[in-house]
C-alpha cells in the first residue's frame, strides 16, 4: 500500500478497496482524482477483481471538489468523466459512505452502482452556498435515485439525506452498524455475482407536473434572497426531467462553469474560508481556552435577553441579573417569548426550549453571581454604571471568572479601568438580536490574558457566532462603519435625495433593509446617546437628521417612529409627514440618484473606513472587515463584504 497516495488500494479475495486519504476532508483535487482514473484503469484491467469498495478515510466519505481550486481553470481529469468511467465500470463499484458525503462526494457516490451507509453518512449537496450548482451529475443522477419530489430539497434548498433516509428512499441498499469496511467487503463479495444495476442515469424520472414546480420556484425564489445559484440548481434539474439526461448534464456543466467564474461565487468562496479560519487566529495558536460552564448575564434589555438565549440555546447555564424585581419579570417574560418564537419556527420543540429556560436562574442584583466562570454585562451604555457594575462584580466573582462587557461604544479600558485583575476583562460585543445575529466581535484589551481571549473565540464557536478580533477604536470595527455609512447615507439626505430611495437601493444591492430602516430597527437612541454623552464631554459633535428626530421622541420602531413611521404592533415603514417637516429645514432641494451611484457611493465610504482601519491595526485584515459587515450589518454574502466588493469592482 503507498502511503504517499490520496487514494490507497487494498485488495481482498475478489475485492478491492479504494480509500480517499485527503485530509482534512477527503476534498477531490487534482490529485485524488488523477490516482482515482488510474485506479479505475487498474481494476478494469484486472479479471480477478470482482468488485470496488470506495470508501474515505476517517469520519468523512468525502467533502466535495476542493475549492481551492476553484479560482484556476478547470485541470484533467475532471469530475463529470471521471464519475461516468466509474458509472460504465464493468464490475460494481460500492460507494461505503462512512460519514459526509458532500458535493462532488455525493456524487461520486450517485454514480457507484451501490451505496452502503453508515449510521453517521449524510449526503449533501450544498454547492449554492458557494454560488454553484452541482457539476458532476448531481441534479440528474439524484432526481433518478430518488425521485424529484425528494431530490429537489437536497439540490436547491440545502437538504441533506441522512442514513434512514438513504435507506427509505432506496438510495443506500444497506446500513452497516459495525464493522463498517468489513461488513462493505462481505456484501461487495456477496453482491458481485449480480448483474449490474442500471446506470443512475439510465433511471426514469417522473415529472412532478406543473404545480410542483410552480410551488418550487417561488418558494426557493424567497428563500434565495437574491443569490442566483439556488434557481440554477432547481433549472438544470427540471430541464433533465424534460429533455433527459444527456442535455441535463451539458446543462448543468455548463451554468456549473459559468456560475463558478462568477463574482458571485467568488464572493461566497472568500466567504466560505473566511469563516473557518477566524475561528482559528493564528496569533492563539496552542492556547487553551478556559473551560465555561456557568455563565452570568447583567442586564435583561434588548441585548440581556438576546445574549442569555444564544448561551441558553449552546447549552450553558445562566444566571441572569437586573436592578429590580419589575426589570426581572420584564426580562424573563421576553426571554420565554424568544424560545416559544423558535419553537414557532422549529427550532426546537416546546418541551426542549423549556429544558433550555430550566437552565435560566433571575435574580436581582449581582450576588448570585459569584460561581460563575464568566458574566456578561449588558447595561445601559454609560459609563460610570458599567464601572459601578464591574467594581462590584469584581468582588463577588472568583478571581478566575471573565468579566466581559458588551458596550458598543464606551472605551473599554475606560469601563474596566477600576478592574485589579486586567488580564480577566475582555470586550465581547454581540449584535441584535444576539441569539439570531452571527457576528461577536472580540475586543482584547492590553491586560486581557491569552487563554481569556481563546475562551472569547472558543465560546463564539460554541454559540455558532463568527468570532472577530477588534482593537480598541469608538465603535469598534462595526459601529465605526456604520457611523462612515450613515454619515455619507445623511450627507446624500442633506443634498437632496430621498432616504426611502437609498434604502431601496440598498435593499435592490442584497441588504435586507437599507441604512435609515436599520437605524429604526434598532433604535436612534443608542447612538444619539453615544453624541450626547461625547457633547457632555464637550466634544464639538455636529448635530446630525437622527438627532433632530430623536430630540422630537423619534427613536425608531420603539416609539412608533423615527425616520419612519410605524402601525402599531406593525414593522412595516411608513412614509412620515413628521419627519419630512422636521428635517424639512437641513435639506437642499430635493435631487434625483440613480441607484448604481448611491449603492457606489456607500460601498466606497464603507471601504475607505475600513483602509483606515486595517492601517491602524484595529483588524486582523480585510476578510475581518468583511465577516463583520455580512455577520453584524447584513452586507449580502453574494458581494463579499465592502473591502471585497471595492477590491472585486475597482475600475
Ligand atoms: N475544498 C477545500 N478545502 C476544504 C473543503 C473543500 N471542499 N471543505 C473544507 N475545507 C477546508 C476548510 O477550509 C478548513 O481548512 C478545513 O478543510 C476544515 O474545514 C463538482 C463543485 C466538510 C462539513 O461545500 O462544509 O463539490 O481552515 O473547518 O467544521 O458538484 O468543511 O483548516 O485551512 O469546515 O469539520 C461542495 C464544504 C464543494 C463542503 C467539515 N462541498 N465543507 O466541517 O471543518 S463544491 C462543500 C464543509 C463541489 C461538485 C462541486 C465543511 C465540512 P483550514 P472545517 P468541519
Ligand atoms: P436596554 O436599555 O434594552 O437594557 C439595559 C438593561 O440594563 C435594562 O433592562 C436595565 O434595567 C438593566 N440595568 C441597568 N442597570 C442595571 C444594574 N445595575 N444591574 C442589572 N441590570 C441593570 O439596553 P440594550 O440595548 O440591551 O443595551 C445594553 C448594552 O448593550 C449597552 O451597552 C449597549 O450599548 C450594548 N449594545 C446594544 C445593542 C443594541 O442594538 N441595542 C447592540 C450591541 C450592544
Known amino acids: 500500500m503507498m502511503s504517499d497516495l490520496s487514494v490507497k488500494l487494498e485488495r481482498r479475495g475478489p475485492v478491492a478497496i479504494a480509500t480517499i486519504d485527503n485530509p482534512p476532508v477527503n476534498a477531490l483535487g487534482l490529485a485524488v482524482r488523477q490516482q482515482l482514473v488510474r485506479v479505475i484503469e487498474v481494476l478494469e484491467a484486472d479479471d480477478t477483481v470482482r468488485a470496488v469498495v470506495l470508501t474515505g478515510a476517517g469520519s468523512l466519505f468525502v467533502g466535495g471538489a476542493d475549492i481551492t481550486e476553484f479560482d484556476r481553470a478547470a485541470e484533467q481529469p475532471q469530475l463529470p468523466e471521471l464519475l461516468e468511467r466509474i458509472e460504465r465500470a464493468c464490475k460494481p463499484w460500492f460507494a461505503a459512505v462512512n460519514g459526509l458525503a458532500l458535493g462532488g462526494g455525493a456524487e461520486l457516490a450517485f454514480a457507484c452502482h451501490y451505496r452502503l451507509v453508515g449510521p453517521t453518512a449524510r449526503f449533501g449537496l450544498p454547492e449554492i452556498n458557494l454560488g454553484i450548482i452541482p457539476g458532476a451529475g448531481g441534479t440528474q443522477r439524484l432526481p433518478r435515485l430518488v425521485g424529484v419530489e425528494n431530490a429537489l430539497p437536497v439540490i436547491a434548498e440545502n437538504r441533506q439525506i441522512d442514513a434512514s433516509g438513504a435507506l427509505e428512499l432506496g438510495l443506500a ?120 460552564a456557568s455563565t452570568g448575564v447583567v442586564g435583561a434589555g434588548t441585548m440581556g435577553v438576546g445574549i442569555t438565549a444564544a448561551l441558553l440555546n449552546a447549552g450553558y447555564e445562566v444566571t441572569l441579573s437586573e436592578r429590580d424585581g419589575a426589570s426581572l419579570e420584564r426580562g424573563l417574560k421576553a426571554l420565554e417569548a424568544v424560545f416559544s418564537a423558535q419553537a414557532k419556527r422549529k427550532m426546537h420543540t416546546v418541551e426542549e426550549g423549556q429544558t433550555r429556560l430550566a437552565r435560566v436562574k433571575g435574580v436581582v442584583g449581582l450576588d448570585n453571581l459569584e460561581n460563575c466562570d464568566l458574566v456578561i454585562e449588558a447595561v445601559f451604555e454609560d459609563l460610570a454604571l458599567k464601572q459601578d457594575v464591574f467594581g462590584k462584580l469584581e468582588k463577588v466573582c472568583r478571581t478566575d471568572t471573565i468579566l466581559a462587557t458588551n458596550t458598543s461604544y464606551i472605551d473599554p479600558r475606560r469601563i474596566g479601568e477600576g478592574i485589579a485583575a486586567q488580564e480577566r476583562f475582555i470586550g465581547l460585543h454581540f449584535f441584535s438580536p444576539a441569539q439570531v445575529m452571527k457576528l461577536l466581535e472580540i475586543i482584547s484589551l492590553p491586560g486581557t490574558a491569552a487563554d481569556v481571549l481563546a475562551t472569547g473565540f472558543e465560546l463564539a464557536k460554541r454559540l455558532g457566532k463568527v468570532p472577530v478580533r477588534s482593537g480598541i477604536c469608538e465603535g469598534f470595527i462595526g ?57 457632555a464631554r464637550g466634544e464639538q459633535i455636529p448635530e446630525t437628521l437622527g438627532d433632530i428626530l430623536v430630540r422630537a421622541g423619534r427613536k425608531g420602531q420603539k416609539t412608533g417612529g423615527g425616520w419612519y413611521d410605524y402601525a402599531p404592533g406593525d414593522r412595516k415603514p411608513l412614509p412620515s409627514a413628521e419627519t419630512s417637516h422636521l428635517l424639512a429645514e437641513a435639506r437642499t432641494a430635493p435631487k434625483a440618484a440613480e441607484p448604481k451611484e448611491i449603492v457606489a457611493r456607500l460601498i466606497k465610504a464603507m471601504a475607505d473606513e475600513g483602509r483606515l482601519i486595517l492601517e491602524e491595526r484595529i483588524a486582523d485584515g480585510p476578510e475581518a472587515i468583511d465577516l463583520v459587515e455580512v455577520h453584524g450589518y447584513g452586507f449580502p454574502r453574494t458581494k463579499g463584504g465592502p473591502m471585497f466588493f471595492s477590491y472585486r469592482n475597482a475600475s
Do not use: C, H
Open 173 to 292: 441498499e444497506t446500513l452497516i452498524e459495525n464493522d463498517f469496511v468489513e461488513a462493505a467487503i462481505a456484501l461487495a463479495t456477496e453482491m458481485s455475482v449480480r448483474p449490474l444495476p442500471t446506470p443512475a442515469l439510465a433511471l426514469q424520472v417522473t415529472d412532478p407536473g406543473e404545480a410542483f414546480w410552480a410551488d418550487a420556484t417561488a418558494r426557493i425564489r424567497k428563500a434565495a434572497k437574491g443569490a442566483s445559484a439556488p434557481l440554477a440548481a432547481l433549472e438544470a434539474l427540471r430541464l433533465g426531467v424534460d429533455r433527459g439526461a444527456p442535455e441535463g448534464l451539458a446543462f448543468e456543466r455548463e451554468t456549473f462553469l459559468r456560475l463558478r467564474a462568477s463574482d458571485e461565487a467568488a464572493a461566497l468562496r472568500y466567504l466560505f474560508f473566511a469563516e473557518r479560519s477566524a475561528l482559528r487566529p493564528p496569533a492563539l495558536k496552542g492556547v487553551t481556552p478556559r473551560r465555561i
Open 479 to 535: 459601529n465605526r462603519i456604520l457611523k462612515r455609512y450613515r454619515v455619507e447615507a445623511e450627507f446624500m439626505v442633506r443634498n437632496g435625495v430621498d432616504f426611502a430611495a437609498i434604502d431601496a437601493a440598498m435593499r435592490e444591492f442584497g441588504y435586507a433593509m437599507g441604512p435609515f430602516e436599520m437605524q429604526d430597527m434598532a433604535g436612534l437612541d443608542v447612538s444619539f446617546l453615544n453624541r450626547e454623552a461625547a457633547r
